[in-house]
């Protein structure tokens, strides 16, 4: 457990930290991990506010998450909540204020709130003590709600949360929210920057890009836990990838929609044509000087690479012609996850020229792949994640018309 002065300095600490951190999914793994340390807490949840609703977005659970294989991640399913007296987060949201409440499943008679048991009855869990805190931004407007449960003893037995837990948790979550705030907005210009371009539906491009970016943290996770990858290394990558990911085929900008909107096959000459989206993407992104950019650069210019060396764009001689594809590990290893995320990605979905496959087609093409198309460690990693990547394609679906 922290001490008192830990907990302060923790504090003072933090809101640098994650103002460096810029991924909205990271920024939640990270508030919820610095969140229950600091009250120790067994168990939390993180809801975003989307208009009168809140979605459960994101969550952490000690217990039920020693009880998984090593390397394996707690699965759960998003759920929205209204606003309003039915639920904690609800209520807290509506009233703005923080509950302390002692025993979730014995709520005290006149609470004008009720616990909704949804998740431990799906898991097994009983939530007993509860801390909400509603998550307001500077500008006074609510984000969110950071749940967080179970506060232990030092013995690990659940007790109530203090009033001095209350405190922190107030201190704590304004600077979350600052951090969610800009987060969501760094999220929203990408997102924003690919629809002007007007590539493609946009109905399908946010859903895409959310689900590739957040389906190559995954299998990066994966592959670089196996690898012995230190931790800090793997924080600072993932949050690099993801947004890098998202703008894997902002190149495609350069396509006339004659042929990116083509409701039938290409022919050779407009293929040669749509593969110039990689090098058209590369170009937006050099001679800039973040490490966003180098890994966006990286991920447009490598995500139709191949394993085998038979991918796009290659290696090309002063005058732009390809001299040979980039083989093995000389495709850069952003290029080689996006590459799966993005296959997998467009086999499962419709797309102007196609229809969604059945999961079980597209994953025998992944597997097929290995060594060919693919780097076989890396579908690996796909394959080992693949409970956390279907829950990413729950939580970004298409959107019908
Ligand atoms: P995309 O739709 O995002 O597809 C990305 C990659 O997924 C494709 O890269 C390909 O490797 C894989 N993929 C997509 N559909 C299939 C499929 O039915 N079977 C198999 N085995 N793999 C599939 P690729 O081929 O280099 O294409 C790059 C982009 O070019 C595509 O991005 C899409 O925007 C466009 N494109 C490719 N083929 C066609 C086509 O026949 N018609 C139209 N309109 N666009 C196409
Ligand atoms: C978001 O990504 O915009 C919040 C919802 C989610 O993460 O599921
Ligand atoms: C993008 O990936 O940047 C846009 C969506 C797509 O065309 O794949
Ligand atoms: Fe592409
Ligand atoms: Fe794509």
């Known amino acids: 457990m922290l001490t008192e002065k830990e ?17 909205l999914d990271i920024l939640m793994e990270r508030i919820l991990r610095e969140a229950r340390r600091f009250v120790n807490a067994d168990a939390g949840s993180i809801y975003l506010r989307d208009g009168e609703k809140l979605i459960f977005s994101y969550t952490q659970n000690d217990s039920l998450e020693r009880k998984l294989p090593p390397g394996a991640k707690l ?47 799906k898991t097994g869990y009983r939530s007993r003590s509860m801390l909400a805190v509603p998550l307001i931004t500077v500008r006074n407007e609510l984000i969110g709600v950071l749940q967080i449960i179970n506060a232990q003893d030092d013995s690990l037995r659940i007790v109530p949360f203090t009033a001095m837990d209350e405190k922190i948790m107030l201190h704590f979550a304004a600077t979350a929210a600052v951090a969610l705030d800009r987060a969501r907005l760094t999220r929203n210009i990408i997102l924003r920057t690919i629809r002007m371009a007007g590539m493609r539906d946009p109905k399908e491009t946010g859903a895409h890009v959310n689900r590739v970016a957040a389906y190559a943290v995954e299998i990066y996770d994966r592959w670089a836990v196996m690898k012995g990858v230190p931790r800090a290394e793997i924080e600072a990558k993932r949050d690099v990838l993801r947004m890098a990911a998202m703008v894997h085929d902002v190149g495609k900008v350069a396509i006339s929609d004659s042929i990116l909107k083509k409701p039938g096959k290409l022919t050779p000459e407009e293929y040669e044509i749509m593969k110039q989206h990689t090098v058209f993407g590369a170009d937006l992104f050099r001679d800039k000087r973040s490490e966003f950019d180098d890994a966006a650069e990286d991920v447009s210019l490598n995500h139709h690479e191949c394993w085998d060396g038979s991918g796009y764009p290659g290696i090309l001689d002063d005058n732009g012609k390809r001299i040979r594809g980039r083989k093995g590990e000389e495709i850069s290893l952003f290029g080689r996850i996006v590459a799966i995320c993005d296959v997998y990605d467009a086999l499962v979905s419709r797309r102007v020229y196609k229809e969604a496959w059945e999961e079980s087609k597209a994953l025998q093409i992944m597997r097929e792949g290995s060594g060919k198309q693919f780097d076989p460690e890396l579908i690996d990693a796909f394959f080992d994640s693949l409970d956390s990547i279907r829950q990413v394609r729950e939580r970004y679906p298409e959107l019908c018309d």
């Open 75 to 121: 699965i759960y399913s998003t759920f929205t909540l209204p606003i309003g007296h039915d639920s904690v987060a609800g209520f807290c949201a509506a009233a703005g204020e923080v509950l302390n409440i002692p025993d979730v499943y014995n709520l005290a008679g006149r609470a004008p709130y009720s616990f909704g048991r949804r998740f431990d009855e």
């Open 7 to 23: 907990k302060l300095e923790g504090l003072v600490n933090l809101g640098v930290e994650l103002n460096h951190l810029k991924d």
